[in-house]
């Protein structure tokens, strides 16, 4: 998948691209059996999601067929690593949540549920993922409060509310680009959450990340980890039924989260001038 979405962003514009890239991962998640595996779940379990910090969003039967890994997000098993992190975010209930890399909507429409007094602005490219984003949120009456636009860059996100914020990013490949020095000089008073891919031409993405976070804020590295069915039995079950694995969405080693907590809030100072960083 990152091979292909690196031959994509090297000949074609970043629009046009996104729209490939997501009509290729829907194919792939036709042939996986994603759709049977969102029918089975509903059938069995419901369609809200069953645990962890989203527990309680409401994923329609039409939305959830379309979905990347249905039922790893129906049971709480999608990005489980990150459950820590959210609940922190949740008890925190941060003024403003900015997610950027919405796609369906899950993490948006989920933490506005659950934080009625947080603005979300939810930043998402693909006009076709942010329409879902937008239809989940009405099926979890939450649209008047999530505010979904379109592409973002360094100079928009400068001007929002940050002081405070929760950013919750999974652009791509485009880490380095968005986080520039200015960005996340702006962030400093701001908790991230980054998800990093490395690409063909930049293989150490997460370590140029450290790098430029650590002078504001104190850094911890989150790994992916496959969930266990003893935490997750819904799993097994769905597995069962319609006789292939669920967990088929590929996990890139080189993809982790760096989750980012100022260092103001620990009464620390920067490390050193955040132009001697790369």
């Not at 069995?44 to 890994?69: I, K, Q, T």
């Not at 509310?161 to 929760?166: E, I, K, N, V, W």
């Not at 989150?222 to 969405?249: D, K, N």
Request: negative net charge; aromatic residues 4%.
């Amino acid at each position: 998948m990152t091979a292909l979405r690196e031959r994509l962003r090297a000949v074609v514009p970043r629009r046009i691209a996104v729209k490939r890239l997501r009509k290729h991962q829907e194919r792939l998640r036709a042939e996986w059996g994603h759709p049977e595996m969102a029918d089975c779940f509903i059938e069995r379990f419901g369609d809200r999601v069953v645990r962890g910090p989203l527990v309680g969003v409401r994923v329609p039967g039409n939305l959830l067929r379309v979905a990347d890994a249905p039922a790893l997000k129906m049971s709480g098993a999608y990005e489980h690593e990150l459950h820590g992190v959210l609940d922190g975010v949740v008890k925190r209930a941060p003024s403003m949540i900015v997610d950027i890399g919405t796609a369906e909507g899950l993490y948006a429409v989920g933490l506005a549920r659950m934080l009625p007094g947080t603005s979300v602005i939810g930043f998402e490219i693909d006009d076709v993922l942010r329409a879902r984003a937008g239809a989940l949120a009405r099926a979890n009456d939450v649209a008047e409060r999530v505010d979904l636009r379109g592409a973002v860059d360094a100079t928009a996100l400068r001007r929002l509310d940050l002081p405070g914020a929760f950013v919750l990013s999974d652009c791509e490949g485009h880490e380095l680009k968005l986080f520039d020095r200015a960005l996340i000089s702006a962030l400093c008073h701001a908790e991230l959450l980054i998800e990093t891919h490395d690409t063909l031409g930049q293989t150490d993405v997460r370590d140029v990340l450290l790098r430029r976070l650590e002078v504001t804020h104190a850094v911890s590295v989150i790994e992916l980890e496959s969930p266990a069915p003893s935490v997750f039995p819904e799993l097994a079950m769905i597995e069962a039924e319609v006789g292939f694995p669920v967990a088929l969405r590929s996990r890139n080693t080189t993809q982790v989260f760096l989750h980012a907590v100022p260092r103001s809030w620990e009464g620390q100072t920067p490390q050193a001038p955040l132009e001697e960083y790369g």
